[in-house]
């Protein structure tokens, strides 16, 4: 499943026009709608808010990611903004979503953007479930980040930070309404299947605000902990991680089924598309049935599926499993249960006594079957020999052919 960003903008809290990505599965209807709220003085494009939102996408959830007022490419001045215009421009990210019909049944947020989903929760209806990731227990925990300037800017009314690299204008109406927020009656009241995520080792925003929002709230409540994962999710597969829970936790409330295969596919034809155009992450797509191919970290990839010649092995494990099973059958052997493992390496071909080659590296497939069940020696021989005649083993040891063309080529 490719997923298809749009760039969108609607009416925030006070008019302005907020700039935002409506990510969504291509070729198929969303099965549920997310809002995505960032952190403090971060954007919608910050890499945790791209990848969560693609890993939700590719669970058939269309997510709203949008710039708070004054950030990112949003009208308006930051200075002038404060924690409740920001819960505002949630309730009008919600509003614009459901003008489209597509009101959001979830709410996803990372650090303050966590605090804010928490606020709003409670006055969209049809929001069914809450997500937050390294939120704070209260919003004004983000205080901290002003240091020594705290007291300056409640003594000359604003004082201009750099906060990330960047400046910014924070003033006392800033801090008065960071203040004045009453999370803890919200959380209570939320009234919502609530999933915390949260790193012990996060320096910016500690555990114990976690614990005190799980505290807080009413069951269902979940926790996850995201090990050493930093507070901005920056390693690409802390983020993926932080997806595939929201999405499979979020599943049961929001009535998620596995995706469906694109339409389009041929009967007979095994599709793979980049289900991360630009990465390693495939879409495997076969009939009805799909999954994912990818590579490990170490490579490159995001770890979140099958590598090729783990599919290869796959293969050749299941096919050895089938031949053997279809053989005790015909014979009517007690075999019970069949278990094939199958690992895979490069060898050099001097070294292989039955291989035709001699010089260069060979694939080398390594099985070894577990058979359990009432059998006499001589049966366990005879699985071991059929078990030579599975065709996926065959066409490995034999000649294939592989013919590739271009799309629209003839035949």
Not at 207 to 231: K, M, Q, T, V, Y
Not at 377 to 400: F, K, M
């Amino acid at each position: 499943m490719r997923v298809l960003s749009e760039k969108v903008t609607f009416a925030g809290q006070d008019g302005q026009q907020l700039a935002a990505r409506l990510d969504r599965p291509e070729g198929s209807e969303p099965q549920a709608v997310a809002i995505f709220a960032h952190c403090f003085t971060c954007t919608k494009d910050i890499l945790a808010a791209k990848r969560i939102a693609a890993g939700l996408v590719l669970r058939g959830v269309a997510v709203l990611r949008f710039d708070f007022t004054g950030l990112g490419h949003s009208e308006g001045e930051f200075a002038n903004t404060h924690f409740s215009s920001n819960v505002d421009d949630l309730l009008a990210a919600a509003a614009y979503l459901e003008g489209m019909g597509l009101a959001p049944g979830l709410l996803v947020g990372h650090s303050l953007g966590g605090a804010a989903v928490l606020a709003a929760a409670g006055q969209l209806p049809a929001v069914k479930a809450v997500a937050t990731i390294g939120a704070p227990f209260d919003p004004a925990h983000v205080l901290h980040n002003f240091g020594a300037s705290l007291e300056l800017i409640e003594r000359e009314g604003e004082v201009k930070l750099e906060l990330a690299g960047r400046p910014f204008t924070i003033r006392k109406t800033f801090v008065d309404d960071l203040r004045e927020q009453r999370q803890r009656q919200r959380i209570e009241a939320l009234g919502r299947p609530l999933l915390v995520l949260h790193a012990p080792g996060d320096e910016t925003v500690e555990i114990e605000n976690a614990a005190a929002i799980f505290g807080a709230a009413r069951h269902p409540r979940s926790f996850i902990s995201l090990d050493d994962a930093d507070h901005l999710l920056t390693r690409a597969a802390d983020a993926e991680y932080a997806a595939e829970v929201v999405a499979s936790w979020a599943s049961r409330y929001l009535g998620l089924v596995a995706p469906k295969p694109l339409p389009g596919v041929p009967e007979g034809v095994t599709r793979v598309s980049e289900a991360d155009p630009g990465g390693f992450r495939q879409d495997v797509l076969a009939g009805a049935h799909h999954l994912l191919a990818d590579e490990p970290l170490s490579y490159g990839g995001t770890n979140l599926g099958f590598t090729p010649y783990q599919l290869l092995a796959a293969a050749l494990g299941a096919c050895t499993s089938m031949t053997v099973r279809s053989y005790a059958r015909r014979k009517k052997l007690a075999l019970d249960d069949v278990t094939v493992d199958v690992s895979h390496d490069k060898i050099h071909a001097v070294d292989c006594s039955e291989c035709e080659a001699s010089g260069g590296k060979i694939d080398r497939f390594e099985r070894v079957l577990h058979l359990a069940g009432a059998l006499t020696l001589d049966e366990r021989d005879a699985l071991l020999a059929i078990a030579d005649r599975c065709p996926v083993h065959l066409t490995l040891e034999g000649q294939a052919l592989v013919v590739t063309r271009l799309a629209g080529e003839p035949r």
